[in-house]
């Protein structure tokens, strides 16, 4: 199972904010290692959102941001938007199980 | 045109074996690590092995080593994934993912994201 949790869905409406919990523990986000966000449409190649705690890759808009604070790190979608609709998943890597570890997976729904 | 192909996938029954393919263009393979990834039907995303760009270095997670062997391919541009003694918890959409370095995992840089990623190919292990 996976040993970074986040909320099993996040719902907003368009033009609104959303934020997912991504919370772990003493051997991954609080051991100091970067956390770093995907986004996830069943089907497609899943598409890195967040690198690095909080920096974005070329062409994603900046109402994508991302936080790190202890043993949990956050992503806050600004201006929500229909496509934002989508699965969103946090990573990092665990130093006990020596793995890279991803976040159990929240599903965002524009209302 | 950054692209990764997987292909391989299928229905096998348990204990067969199972080869996949990461086909890649558009970078300079050699100078990457390379990962695979799965998502279990209904399940999230998991890790399964990295190599590095050495095609020497190899990291896997616990519940497929002694299985699976992860390999590459630099002269073809091609990443492996070879599977045996399938088992029906193996049943998932298989990725291949670049590491944004050439070194990534347990004894080089935790900290690599996975920022380009292939669509992904089936594997269905049943009897």
């Known amino acids: 199972q996976s040993v970074l949790t986040q909320p099993p869905s996040v719902s907003g409406a368009p033009g609104q904010s959303i934020t997912i919990s991504c919370t772990g523990s003493?051997?991954?986000?609080?051991?100091?290692?970067?956390v770093h966000w995907y986004h996830h449409l069943p089907g497609t190649a899943p598409k890195l959102l967040i690198y690095g705690n909080n920096n974005r890759p070329s062409g994603v808009p900046d109402r994508f941001s991302g936080s790190k604070s202890g043993t949990s790190a956050s992503l806050a979608i600004t201006g929500l938007q229909a496509e934002d609709e989508a699965d969103y998943y946090c990573?990092?890597?665990?130093?006990?199980?020596?793995?890279?570890?991803f976040g159990t997976g929240t599903k965002v729904t524009v209302l | 045109q950054v692209q990764l192909v997987e292909s391989g996938g299928g229905v096998v029954q348990p204990g067969r074996s199972l080869r996949l393919s990461c086909a890649v263009s558009g970078f300079t393979f050699r100078t990457y690590g390379m990962h695979w990834v799965r998502q279990a039907p209904g399940k999230g995303l998991e890790w399964v092995a990295v190599v590095w760009y050495d095609e020497i270095n190899k990291f896997y997670r616990e519940s497929v080593q002694g299985r699976f062997t992860i390999s590459r391919d630099n002269s073809k541009n091609t990443l492996y994934l070879q599977m045996n003694s399938l088992r029906v918890e193996d049943t998932a959409v298989y990725y291949c993912?670049?590491?944004?370095?050439?070194?990534?995992?347990?004894?080089?840089?935790?900290?690599?994201?996975?920022?380009?990623w292939g669509q992904g190919t089936m594997v269905t292990v049943s009897s």
């Open positions: 003493s051997s991954n986000i609080g051991a100091g290692y970067d």
């Open positions: 990573q990092s890597y665990d130093s006990s199980l020596r793995a890279y570890v």
């Open positions: 993912a670049r590491g944004e370095g050439p070194t990534p995992g347990p004894t080089g840089n935790t900290d690599d994201a996975f920022d380009i």
